[in-house]
């Protein structure tokens, strides 16, 4: 599904940059849009649509990175090559997390479901719990994120950064 190289190039290096600014910027989306209301009326339906351009970036940039690995072969191949890989494979799950959040926060919001539930402690209650979900799962993606892209920026560096 992603392309190996792009004008020659390895795709990964370069698809990456695209979902390392991307990613956060939904996740920061989400969470303005769970805590503060006037970005939550200007962001709309930028919100679940960032997420969701999120979340091919980082299968592209997955897809990318498994195309080189397997272009280098057993050469490319170190420890911290593995360590960068598994951490990738954990995020589709967040970005995954993130598109659900984000769509649910929309839809809580913009059909303004809390005043539509009955009891007012159940309402508080919910609304609260919607808003931490999305705030925790933006700030897991985000910290995931800078996980893996320490992890890779150590493996390409080799011993330099020890």
């Given amino acids: 599904m992603a392309p190996d190289t ?21 996740a920061l989306a989400v969470i303005l849009h769970a805590l503060w209301p006037a970005a939550r009326r200007r962001l709309g339906a930028a919100t679940p649509v ?3 351009v999120g979340l091919v970036l980082t299968w592209l940039t997955i897809g990318a ?6 272009d280098l072969g057993p050469a490319g191949k170190s420890p911290a090559v593995e360590r960068h890989e598994h951490l990738a494979e954990q995020l589709p799950p967040w970005a995954i997390a993130l598109v659900v959040v984000a769509v649910g926060e929309w839809l809580w919001f913009r059909y303004d479901v809390p005043s539509r539930i009955s009891r007012h402690t159940t309402r508080r209650g919910v609304d609260v719990a919607v ?7 933006a700030v897991g993606l985000t910290v995931m ?8 920026a150590r493996a390409t560096s080799g011993g330099l950064l020890g």
């Fill in 6 to 26: 792009i004008n020659g190039l390895p795709a990964h290096p370069l698809i990456v940059h695209a979902t390392v600014v991307l990613v956060p910027l939904a």
């Fill in 50 to 52: 960032l997420a969701v």
């Fill in 145 to 152: 994120l800078v996980r893996v892209g320490d992890a890779g």
């Fill in 65 to 70: 990175g498994e195309a080189l690995a397997h």
């Fill in 131 to 137: 808003r931490v979900v999305s705030c925790v799962v």
